[in-house]
């Protein structure tokens, strides 16, 4: 299995980003897809997870309304939209697959829950 995540670079202070995960070596509509982030000194948090499906995603608190998760299944690749950044966001990001995934289940938010992770894309918001 392996997930490549791209898209990450530096930006300034309110602007936006991409971030891409291709994933490969598993049937990927099986699992649900996540993106975490670490600071330096900090532990892994949560950023986002959606569904098999695409119809259902979490995301956590602070990145409510400025950061939307969507995949497509068809490219294999789950995708991190992110609006409004701020020096805060400044962080290794990676995505990570959760599953297989046989019934409908709650999206989980913890870095133990996931199978597989990316290497990781380097976010740095400059204000």
């Known amino acids: 299995v392996q997930l490549v995540e791209s898209g990450g670079g530096l930006v300034q202070d309110g602007d936006s980003l991409r971030l891409s995960c291709a994933a490969s070596g598993l049937i990927y509509s099986y699992y649900i897809m996540g993106w975490f982030r670490q600071s330096p000194g900090k532990e892994r948090e949560f950023v986002a997870a959606?569904?098999?499906?695409?119809?259902?995603?979490d995301y956590s608190d602070s990145m409510k309304g400025r950061f939307t998760i969507s995949r497509d299944n068809a490219k294999n690749t789950v995708y991190l939209q992110m609006n409004t950044l701020n020096t805060d966001d400044t962080a290794v990001y990676y995505c990570?697959?959760?599953?297989?995934?046989?019934?409908?289940?709650?999206?989980?938010?913890?870095?133990?829950?996931?199978?597989?992770w990316g290497q990781g894309t380097q976010v740095t918001v400059s204000s």
């Open positions: 959606i569904n098999r499906f695409g119809i259902y995603a």
């Open positions: 990570a697959a959760d599953g297989p995934v046989y019934m409908v289940r709650t999206l989980s938010t913890d870095v133990r829950d996931y199978d597989y």
